[in-house]
């Protein structure tokens, strides 16, 4: 005998998806067939197709605690045809629904919440020393928790062989003073616990079960900046009681980047978009194809042109509403444009002046070693958190900049100086 379980990390039920074309209802589609409604709808004929022994759900299953209504009925069919085929709904509340999902497991039979109090409670799956497991797991008591109590689980772990399966929403890495349940992965690690089944990161980052504990994800993008395989996981335990986790598709919707070069963009612009995103799609492994209705894809223009101004024109002129391919019912978009479109320039050549052209050459030759002065990248950086701050104060979704974003967005702002200074001095006497 061995033991089953599919795992999800941050539903958010009562959200629909950003970053979504405005014509989806031509394409017979709409917003909610690209949400976590239908990814619910995924992972409940999964759970049923591959007979698993328990469903878990790491918090934040509802995206806020006045969506009561909009999460009721899709919480109740799932949880309702997995009580009847035999499956386990273990659930732990997070921070968006600390309050609604007590109130929802109380409403749907067979729906439980594990640890609501806020203290650690563990539940058997599969018969008990006969290729069992243990979970254990605790909810947010409220909107807001104190530190984890990792120490107690060894505590109060009764005893025996079972492998133990964690499943927790706790601010993973954050200061002991963040109001959402703060925990050091250090301490996860040192836990008596197995396999941790962690929210609310997006980004998903679970391993292996030896490996630093990592975060499940979203089980489909909520937004087109959740790039990458999204979905739910297996995890299986095995006649050695070694527990092995895996990506299971169930996500409807997923976004990814690719780019185009400036080159292929200038000989035929609608073509060479929609080779990329046709070239994404056929990249993808069959099993993460297999649950995808549609894949919005963030088009980078990329490389070197003698004639900048006419590659941004085409680029602009580009209609969204045309950048679309129906194909076996999956639904490719363009989602947005970045421009990374650079002019030829023979850096090296001005890179040996000692002018201002030179001092900036140089400065970009640098960048395109990846050779960031610390003091530029820290500048860059503060500057665009800013603006990404006030951008989030006036109701834009928030974004964030990694160390490769504050470089790419250096060198577009060097290059269109270095461009302007270029054109001064050829209009110039
Ligand atoms: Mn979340």
Redesign the pocket.
């Known amino acids: 005998m061995t033991t089953t379980l599919l795992a999800i990390g ?1 539903l ?1 039920l009562g959200r629909l998806p950003g970053g979504l074309p405005d014509d989806l209802a031509d394409h017979d589609l709409a917003p909610r067939d690209l949400g976590p409604v239908a990814a619910l709808e995924r992972v409940v004929d999964e759970a049923l197709a591959r007979g698993v022994d328990a469903v878990l759900l790491a918090g ?1 299953v509802v995206d806020q605690d006045n969506a009561f209504f909009e999460a009721l009925g899709p919480l109740e069919r799932a949880v309702t045809r997995l009580v009847e085929a035999g499956i386990a709904v273990l659930a732990v509340s ?1 921070n ?1 629904d600390a309050t609604v999902l007590p109130r929802l497991v109380r409403a749907v039979d067979g729906f439980r919440l594990l640890g609501a109090d806020g203290g650690w409670e563990t539940v058997p799956v599969g018969a008990p020393d006969a290729g069992g497991l243990l979970v254990v797991g605790r909810s947010f008591p409220d909107r807001t928790a104190g530190p984890v109590p990792v120490d107690e689980i060894a505590r109060m772990l009764p005893p025996g062989e079972r492998p133990v399966v964690g499943l927790l929403h706790a601010d993973l890495d954050a200061g002991p003073k963040s109001p959402y349940a703060p925990v050091l992965r250090t301490d996860l690690a040192r836990a008596p616990v197995d396999l941790w089944l962690l ?2 990161i ?1 980004q998903p980052s679970a391993g292996l079960p030896d490996g630093p504990p990592g975060s499940l994800g ?1 089980v489909t993008p909520l937004d087109a900046g959740e790039r990458g395989a999204r979905g739910a996981w297996i995890v299986e335990r095995d006649e050695a009681g070694v527990l092995a986790l895996s990506r299971l598709a169930v996500a409807p919707l997923r976004f990814e980047q690719v780019e185009v070069d400036v080159a292929a963009l200038v000989d035929g612009a609608e073509d060479a978009v929609l080779a990329a995103v046709q070239a994404c799609a056929s990249g993808l492994e069959p099993a993460a194809r297999e649950s995808l209705r549609a894949l919005g894809c963030r088009v980078v223009v990329r490389g070197a042109t003698g004639d900048p101004a006419r590659a941004r024109r085409v680029l602009d002129e580009l209609q969204p509403e045309r950048l679309r391919l129906a194909r076996d019912g999956l639904l490719l978009f363009v989602e947005s444009f970045a421009c990374e479109i650079v002019p030829a320039i023979d850096l090296e050549r001005l890179a040996a002046g000692h002018d201002p052209l030179g001092v900036l050459a140089r400065c970009l030759q640098g960048l395109e070693r990846g050779d960031v002065p610390e003091a530029l990248a820290t500048d860059a950086r503060r500057l665009l958190e800013d603006v990404a701050r006030r951008a989030r104060a006036a109701g834009l979704p928030p974004c964030t900049f990694d160390d490769g974003e504050v470089v790419a967005r250096l060198r577009a702002a060097g290059f269109s100086l270095l461009e302007k200074l270029l054109a001064s001095r050829e209009d110039s006497p």
């Open positions: 941050d958010h934040d997070g968006h929210g609310p997006h979203s």
